[in-house]
């Protein structure tokens, strides 16, 4: 937990003796996000490839004032973009202590903090936020209700004996809650319309409506959202007028490049064993490759957190081998590539028609990853003195019970060995199982391009003429 500084002002009139002055959290991320790119510092840690695209639109609407809706298919780091919008906002921040929404001393605005700031002057007690408190996240289902996220009459402050006109038997719902705050509904779309039109006067008139009567709350919220094109979700729709109120609407997409890709995978998967550059960098092509396909259905996407959950099955596939052989470290090889089409096979949509090619289809397109590295990797490199060693008896088995070593024991001491290592980032000390997976895309690349056959069962790849 965060503790709260001890030098901090404990009341409010230590507040206002320190010169503090009540900002819109609009106002605040303005300054704050100012600030950061006058210093040159980086706002947006940890978010890879839209540094020339959604980040300059991003910072755009946030330094105009304006409530931002993400449109993007799945996967694309928009909840991931939006919770770092909390680094922008001042790390503790005061509010009245005991009061039910997060009022600033200075500017109360419930009737009960209005009454006790009259009571108590300079004496009102403060506490202090911090800025991991003032990002609130919902998920939007359909089961949401108004009460959820506006507020609904607490029976029990009824049955105290407050009459029903009384504001203060308001229970508030998640937005007034967050007042001084980021609100981010995902999935906006996915909220009942009836739902969304709760949301209309919070985000112009900023007041609340709960159950006939108005409680005019100058509510201090920045409402973020989230949402699919219309054209791939079926489930709903942004409602006219409350798309007209988001000063912004932002286009996310996927990396551009492979490089962004591969820094992805990097950042967001949990290996546990080593994956090299080369084998990362398959993936990332396998994954353009599928949002490229005629047989993907592209409407829902291919999610950045299936190249995640590729390299980390590619990961577990090396640890697995390393577990029986006893080989260590565990590195991954190109033969590991093998258990990725059938584990996420179901985290794609196909289009109509490919019912029972789904997994042929997944190991073409890896096919043709790999051959792209490959090429990308091994240019320039005449490879053949590799492929007459295969061919003229040195067969190479490589599998889930094959050490590195023994791949490498397989074949003569040849110079273009060497190369390939270099190619793939290997220095010529370093453990078997690094220069083995080396050698095995080379070995992959030759067989793909023609030069050399493949034998394969259930555990065991023999290359050979």
């Given at each position: 937990m965060n503790e709260v500084p001890?030098?901090?002002?404990?009341?409010?009139?230590?507040?206002?003796?320190?010169?503090?002055?009540?900002?819109?959290?609009?106002?605040?991320?303005?300054?704050?996000?100012?600030?950061?790119?006058?210093?040159?510092?980086?706002?947006?840690?940890?978010?890879?490839?839209?540094?020339?695209?959604?980040?300059?639109?991003?910072?755009?609407?946030?330094?105009?004032?304006?409530?931002?809706?993400?449109?993007?298919?799945?996967?694309?780091?928009?909840?991931?973009?939006?919770?770092?919008?909390?680094?922008?906002?001042?790390?503790?921040?005061?509010?009245?202590?005991?009061a039910e929404l997060a009022e600033h001393p200075l500017d109360p605005i419930t009737p009960e903090s209005r009454r006790r700031a009259a009571e108590l002057g300079d004496a009102l007690p403060v506490t202090w936020r911090h800025r991991d408190e003032r990002y609130t996240e919902k998920l939007a289902t359909p089961d949401t209700s108004v009460g959820d996220l506006i507020g609904d009459v607490d029976p029990v402050k009824v049955a105290e004996g407050r009459s029903l006109g009384d504001p203060e038997t308001i229970h508030f719902g998640l937005v007034p809650r967050a007042h001084r705050g980021?609100?981010?509904?995902?999935?906006?779309?996915?909220?009942?319309?009836?739902?969304?039109?709760?949301?209309?006067?919070v985000m112009e008139e900023r007041d609340i409506q709960v159950r006939g009567y108005t409680l005019r709350l100058p509510l201090d919220v920045l409402l973020v959202s989230t949402a699919n094109p219309e054209d791939y979700t079926n489930r709903g729709r942004i409602i006219t007028?409350?798309?007209?109120?988001?000063?912004?609407?932002?286009?996310?997409?996927?990396?551009?490049?492979?490089?962004?890709?591969?820094a992805v995978v990097r950042q967001e998967a949990h290996l546990v064993a080593?994956?090299?550059?080369?084998?990362?960098?398959?993936?990332?092509?396998?994954?353009?490759?599928?949002?490229?396909?005629?047989?993907?259905?592209?409407?829902?996407?291919?999610?950045?957190?299936?190249?995640?959950?590729?390299a980390e099955t590619v990961g577990a596939a090396a640890l697995r081998r390393s577990a029986l052989t006893g080989e260590e470290p565990a590195v991954a090889r190109p033969v590991d590539l093998g258990a990725v089409p059938?584990?996420?096979?179901?985290?794609?949509?196909?289009?109509?028609?490919?019912?029972?090619?789904?997994?042929?289809?997944?190991?073409?397109?890896?096919?043709?990853?790999?051959?792209?590295?490959?090429?990308?990797?091994?240019?320039?490199?005449?490879?053949?003195?590799?492929?007459d060693a295969v061919e003229s008896g040195h067969l190479v088995a490589t599998g889930e019970r094959v050490p590195g070593k023994d791949v490498l024991a397989a074949l003569p001491e040849l110079p273009v060995l060497h190369d390939v290592?270099?190619?793939?980032?290997?220095?010529?000390?370093?453990?078997?199982?690094?220069?083995?997976?080396?050698?095995?895309?080379?070995?992959?690349?030759?067989?793909?391009?023609?030069?050399?056959?493949?034998?394969?069962?259930?555990?065991?790849?023999?290359?050979?003429?």
């Amino acid at each position: 937990m965060n503790e709260v500084p001890a030098n901090l002002p404990r009341t409010a009139g230590d507040l206002r003796a320190a010169g503090h002055l009540p900002r819109s959290i609009k106002q605040e991320l303005h300054d704050n996000l100012l600030a950061k790119l006058r210093a040159g510092e980086d706002a947006w840690p940890g978010i890879v490839g839209f540094s020339r695209t959604v980040l300059p639109q991003l910072e755009r609407a946030l330094l105009a004032g304006h409530d931002v809706v993400l449109l993007g298919e799945r996967g694309q780091g928009k909840t991931r973009l939006l919770r770092t919008l909390a680094g922008l906002l001042d790390e503790w921040t005061p509010v009245i202590e005991g009061a039910e929404l997060a009022e600033h001393p200075l500017d109360p605005i419930t009737p009960e903090s209005r009454r006790r700031a009259a009571e108590l002057g300079d004496a009102l007690p403060v506490t202090w936020r911090h800025r991991d408190e003032r990002y609130t996240e919902k998920l939007a289902t359909p089961d949401t209700s108004v009460g959820d996220l506006i507020g609904d009459v607490d029976p029990v402050k009824v049955a105290e004996g407050r009459s029903l006109g009384d504001p203060e038997t308001i229970h508030f719902g998640l937005v007034p809650r967050a007042h001084r705050g980021i609100v981010a509904i995902n999935e906006l779309p996915d909220l009942a319309e009836r739902i969304q039109v709760a949301l209309l006067n919070v985000m112009e008139e900023r007041d609340i409506q709960v159950r006939g009567y108005t409680l005019r709350l100058p509510l201090d919220v920045l409402l973020v959202s989230t949402a699919n094109p219309e054209d791939y979700t079926n489930r709903g729709r942004i409602i006219t007028p409350l798309k007209d109120r988001f000063g912004a609407e932002i286009r996310t997409h996927y990396p551009l490049d492979v490089d962004a890709e591969i820094a992805v995978v990097r950042q967001e998967a949990h290996l546990v064993a080593e994956v090299g550059e080369p084998l990362l960098e398959v993936l990332a092509r396998f994954v353009r490759n599928l949002r490229e396909s005629p047989v993907i259905d592209q409407r829902s996407g291919v999610s950045a957190r299936f190249a995640v959950a590729a390299a980390e099955t590619v990961g577990a596939a090396a640890l697995r081998r390393s577990a029986l052989t006893g080989e260590e470290p565990a590195v991954a090889r190109p033969v590991d590539l093998g258990a990725v089409p059938a584990v996420l096979r179901g985290k794609l949509e196909f289009e109509p028609g490919e019912e029972g090619r789904e997994t042929e289809h997944l190991v073409h397109l890896l096919r043709r990853a790999v051959a792209e590295t490959a090429r990308s990797r091994f240019a320039g490199l005449d490879l053949l003195p590799l492929a007459d060693a295969v061919e003229s008896g040195h067969l190479v088995a490589t599998g889930e019970r094959v050490p590195g070593k023994d791949v490498l024991a397989a074949l003569p001491e040849l110079p273009v060995l060497h190369d390939v290592a270099a190619r793939a980032g290997v220095a010529p000390d370093e453990p078997a199982g690094r220069i083995a997976a080396a050698v095995e895309l080379a070995l992959e690349s030759l067989f793909l391009s023609r030069k050399l056959a493949k034998d394969s069962d259930d555990s065991t790849t023999v290359y050979g003429r």
